[in-house]
């Protein structure tokens, strides 16, 4: 999977960069490109000479090469990547990165990479559970970087504890695993929605809910970087999609999601319905601005509105179809009923109860069911590491 890629290797000031040796000489060997970029301090602990000779390219540490004046561009090293791996990342790279602090070679070339990063962390325990670490880590993963987290045992301080850089072979297989998935869903096309819907009372005022779209986003990504064609039917929200294989289409109301989503099932092979979508529309909506002058009570009247995971259920096929279910009580008769009612394949269930799941958080904790009676819960995982679950759940862990 590896073979004819371009990878930037980054390594940084720490005792693990020795084993940067290791992964330069495991990414070559499976045909890949490496071209290695090292911080300063990184150069005091293993040569650049060893690392420029493992991959047959010069190491690039400073902006310019003082004798000769050449500069290194960090934006066509960005586009040249299909991947990028700092190994080891130390709490200082990670912060740089987190807090966008380009002043060396290897943090502007991140800034201005759009292939997947990769970061493999290394520390003493203490460092890796900092407040601070912790707080770059989640930024960096809401950023899209992927964190190959680090190792239990014994560390370069004698302390034990985590903090060892993950061993290069298994860094090597993440890689390969990820260009293989990015290939999984190619030629596949996904329906996703996402968001809430809202439903005008007039034309100032809606009901809504506190949906902030973000999980629909993240399985957007998520399909897309697998390879899929991916279109997002998301009703108001804050976010930007990245990739340029999701289409964005937006909407307001149920019935527009209704809309749009019967339009593009036609020749989807699989649609994830993610959207909160609102379970009653007012009867009729106001033309003007209702006024209260005059007006001691209000009553609205409420109709039912279409439900799209049924509607898209009932003329399935072959289709995959995943629901979710945000419940408060009973999480898994009501999950179960759902997989039932809406002819559902997978329904993902997140309660209200857990304080790392539910509207507006950077981070979900779920179970994925299957309607043959599969089930499997997950920790408490950040949006898109939950969309990777989601997933590989259904299509199973890098299978094509
Ligand atoms: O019945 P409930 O709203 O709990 O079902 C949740 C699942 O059904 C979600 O996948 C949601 O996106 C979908 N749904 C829908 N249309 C509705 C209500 C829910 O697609 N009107």
Same mark, same amino acid.
């Given at each position: 999977?590896?073979?004819?890629?371009h990878?930037?290797? &980054?390594?940084?000031?720490? $005792?693990?960069?020795?084993? *940067?040796?290791? +992964? /330069?000489?495991? !990414?070559?060997?499976? %045909?890949?490109?490496?071209?290695?970029?090292?911080?300063?301090?990184?150069?005091?602990?293993i040569?650049?000479?060893?690392?420029?000779?493992?991959?047959?390219?010069?190491?690039?540490?400073?902006?310019?090469?003082?004798?000769?004046?050449?500069?290194?561009?960090?934006?066509?090293?960005?586009?040249?990547?299909?991947?990028?791996?700092?190994?080891?990342?130390?709490?200082?790279?990670?912060?740089?990165?987190?807090?966008?602090?380009?002043?060396?070679?290897?943090?502007?070339?991140?800034?201005?990479?759009?292939?997947?990063?990769f970061?493999?962390?290394?520390?003493?325990?203490?460092?890796?559970?900092?407040?601070?670490?912790?707080?770059?880590?989640?930024?960096?993963? &809401?950023?899209?970087?992927? $964190?190959?987290?680090?190792a *239990?045992?014994? +560390? /370069?301080s004698? !302390?034990?504890?985590? %903090?060892?850089?993950?061993?290069?072979?298994?860094?090597?297989?993440?890689?390969?695993?990820?260009?293989?998935?990015?290939?999984?869903?190619?030629?596949?096309?996904?329906?996703?929605?996402?968001?809430?819907?809202?439903?005008?009372?007039?034309?100032?005022?809606?009901i809504?809910?506190?949906?902030?779209?973000?999980?629909?986003?993240?399985?957007?990504?998520?399909?897309?970087?697998?390879?899929?064609?991916?279109?997002?039917?998301?009703?108001?929200?804050?976010?930007?999609?990245?990739?340029?294989?999701?289409?964005?289409?937006?909407?307001?109301?149920?019935?527009?999601?209704?809309?749009?989503?019967?339009?593009?099932?036609?020749?989807?092979?699989?649609?994830?319905?993610?959207?909160?979508?609102?379970?009653?529309?007012p009867?009729?909506?106001?033309?003007?601005?209702?006024?209260?002058?005059?007006?001691?009570?209000?009553?609205?009247?409420?109709?039912?509105?279409?439900?799209?995971?049924?509607?898209?259920?009932?003329?399935?096929?072959?289709?995959?179809?995943?629901g979710?279910?945000?419940?408060?009580?009973?999480?898994?008769?009501?999950?179960?009923?759902?997989?039932?009612?809406?002819?559902?394949?997978?329904?993902?269930?997140?309660?209200?109860?857990?304080?790392?799941?539910?509207?507006?958080?950077?981070?979900?904790?779920?179970?994925?069911?299957?309607?043959?009676?599969?089930?499997?819960?997950?920790?408490?995982?950040?949006?898109?590491?939950?969309?990777?679950?989601?997933?590989?759940?259904?299509?199973?862990k890098?299978?094509?």
């Open positions: 999977m590896l073979k004819g890629k990878i930037i290797l &980054g390594i940084t000031g720490g $005792i693990a960069a020795y084993k *940067a040796a290791m +992964l /330069a000489r495991l !990414l070559v060997k499976a %045909g890949a490109e490496v071209q290695p970029i090292m911080t300063p301090s990184a150069r005091e602990f040569t650049p000479l060893t690392l420029s000779t493992l991959t047959g390219k010069p190491v690039i540490t400073e902006f310019f090469t003082a004798n000769t004046g050449e500069w290194h561009s960090h934006v066509d090293l960005g586009l040249w990547a299909d991947a990028m791996v700092i190994a080891p990342a130390t709490a200082c790279t990670l912060a740089k990165m987190a807090c966008g602090v380009a002043d060396n070679m290897l943090v502007t070339t991140y800034l201005s990479a759009r292939c997947p990063v970061a493999a962390p290394a520390m003493d325990l203490d460092m890796w559970a900092h407040p601070t670490t912790a707080r770059n880590i989640a930024a960096l993963k &809401g950023d899209g970087v992927a $964190i190959i987290e680090p *239990a045992g014994e +560390l /370069a004698h !302390l034990t504890g985590k %903090g060892r850089m993950e061993e290069p072979e298994k860094i090597a297989a993440t890689l390969a695993d990820y260009f293989r998935k990015g290939t999984q869903l190619s030629g596949k096309k996904v329906l996703i929605t996402a968001g809430p819907t809202h439903e005008m009372i007039d034309p100032v005022r809606f809504g809910n506190y949906s902030s779209g973000k999980m629909g986003f993240a399985l957007a990504e998520e399909c897309a970087a697998r390879g899929a064609e991916v279109v997002l039917v998301t009703g108001p929200v804050a976010l930007k999609s990245n990739s340029d294989r999701i289409r964005r289409v937006d909407v307001v109301s149920a019935c527009d999601m209704l809309a749009a989503c019967e339009k593009e099932f036609e020749d989807c092979d699989m649609a994830i319905l993610c959207a909160a979508v609102a379970d009653y529309r009867e009729v909506k106001a033309d003007k601005k209702l006024k209260r002058e005059g007006r001691e009570e209000l009553d609205l009247r409420l109709v039912r509105n279409p439900d799209i995971a049924a509607t898209l259920g009932a003329k399935k096929g072959d289709r995959l179809l995943v979710f279910a945000l419940e408060t009580d009973s999480e898994h008769e009501n999950a179960l009923r759902k997989i039932k009612n809406k002819n559902l394949d997978w329904i993902v269930l997140n309660s209200l109860r857990d304080p790392e799941a539910g509207f507006g958080k950077d981070t979900n904790k779920v179970t994925i069911l299957s309607a043959s009676g599969k089930e499997e819960a997950f920790p408490a995982k950040s949006k898109r590491e939950v969309a990777a679950d989601i997933i590989d759940s259904v299509f199973g890098g299978i094509n």
